[in-house]
């Protein structure tokens, strides 16, 4: 991608009305567009760090064996009247006064919604389990929408559903999906804390989170320094310094953002829509159900919250927005900007994600900012000055030593 022809510029100066420090480098970096509190838009920046962090989750959630689908955003009434959570206070109407009497909200949950599909094509123990997910916008009215992609009135979830003939079936998957948690966490480089948790307004039974340690973040939990056992400080009755319930280590209070949760949902919803089986005996008996949620818009805003210096953002490589970012300091003569193209050309060609700065009116000075504030991990560098040895310079975002390569050698080996 030429910089120059890329949608969404930086920033100079920070947001005023943005606080936190993902919605402060997110905006300036040219990802994302404020619409209003606690809304954004993706800019093709954004959008493409949020499509590597889907791709991570699709692959580690097929691998359970789920499959993915798409429900409505608008949720109609007779499915929240089901349970009882019509009148919950945090959802919108779906257009003014007129829509809410003719029974539509945009939809901040789906188990209602997918609970009333199952009911068509779970009939025996032979349909279970069953495992669905989509990755959709969720829309909950949240007056503390300040924290930038933490803490949204529209955002994007994974959330996941399951379908068990019996408790120990849904143990067995909710342990499977923990594991690929884990797997989704670290691959997008963030190292998470398994914690347990209260159910809320969503369940009756325990819970649990994936929290990651943060001083912005808005929940606390209690967290073993050696085994990490933690609990959230919702429900725990630890305190700073005690003694780990699971182990000789100390308990430590925290901050932390939470980027995933499990819920075993038991039998409300499948009680609330008749959601039966025919089990082996030939007896009706309710179906078991799970839910499991990933933030996707949230996880961008932690990671950066993690990731980040007083320069900018600092991608890990795996959900970077691109991999490379081309530098071309163009100071006399077309000789460098020749060569800057044909390394883009070449790396384009094999297939390499590249940000190539092209741009004619930007100094030395202010593409490096730039490249510092989008935070691509790998930084090539080429000038009149590596060019009289034949080579690029190629510095890490995180690190502050550079290289100089062979261009000939670079092109071979990337
Ligand atoms: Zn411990």
Redesign the pocket.
């Given at each position: 991608m030429r910089q120059s022809q890329l949608f969404g510029k930086t920033l100079r100066e920070t947001p005023k009305d943005e606080v936190s420090a993902n919605a402060q480098l997110l905006e300036r970096g040219g990802f994302i567009f404020k619409n209003s509190a606690g809304i954004y838009s993706y800019l093709p920046l954004g959008w493409r760090v949020f499509e590597k962090i889907a791709r991570i989750i699709r692959e580690e959630i097929n691998a359970l064996g789920a499959q993915e689908i798409f429900m409505s955003a608008l949720v109609e009434k007779k499915y929240l009247d089901a349970t009882g959570r019509w009148d919950v206070d945090i959802s919108f109407e779906a257009r003014g006064k007129k829509e809410k009497s003719a029974g539509f909200v945009l939809g901040w949950t789906h188990e209602e919604v997918l609970t009333a599909i199952a009911l068509k094509y779970i009939n025996s123990y032979k349909d279970l389990p069953l495992a669905a997910y989509q990755i959709q916008a969720k829309f909950r009215n949240e007056p503390r929408a300040k924290s930038g992609l933490l803490r949204g009135r529209e955002f994007i979830m994974k959330d996941l559903y399951s379908f068990h003939s019996s408790e120990s079936d849904l143990e067995r998957y909710y342990e499977k999906v923990k594991e690929q948690y884990y797997k989704i966490f670290n691959r997008c480089g963030l190292k998470t804390i398994y914690t347990l948790a209260a159910g809320g307004i969503f369940t009756s039974s325990n819970t649990h989170e994936f929290q990651v340690l943060s001083p912005i973040g808005e929940d606390t939990i209690f967290v073993?320094s050696?085994?990490?056992?933690a609990e959230n400080k919702e429900i725990s009755k630890l305190k700073d310094g005690d003694k780990?319930?699971?182990?000789?280590?100390k308990i430590k209070k925290e901050n932390s953002i939470e980027v995933g949760n499990l819920f075993p949902l038991g039998t409300k919803y499948s009680d609330a829509f008749n959601l039966q089986f025919t089990n082996q005996k030939g007896e009706k008996e309710r179906v078991i159900m799970g839910s499991y949620g990933i933030g996707l818009g949230r996880t961008i805003g932690t990671i950066v919250e993690v990731y980040h210096d007083d320069k900018g953002i600092i991608w890990p490589e795996s959900v970077a927005p691109y991999k490379f970012h081309l530098i071309e300091l163009e100071s006399s003569g077309q000789e460098v900007k020749k060569q800057a193209e044909k390394i883009y050309k070449t790396l384009f060609d094999k297939g390499l994600e590249v940000l190539y700065d092209d741009r004619d009116d930007k100094t030395a000075g202010e593409k490096f900012a730039d490249a510092d504030l989008i935070g691509i991990p790998n930084r090539i560098i080429i000038s009149e000055k590596t060019l009289s040895k034949n080579s690029i310079e190629i510095k890490k975002r995180n690190e502050s030593k550079t290289s100089l390569i062979q261009i000939s050698k670079f092109v071979k080996n990337s």
């Open positions: 073993c050696k085994c990490e056992y780990c319930p699971q182990c000789d280590g």
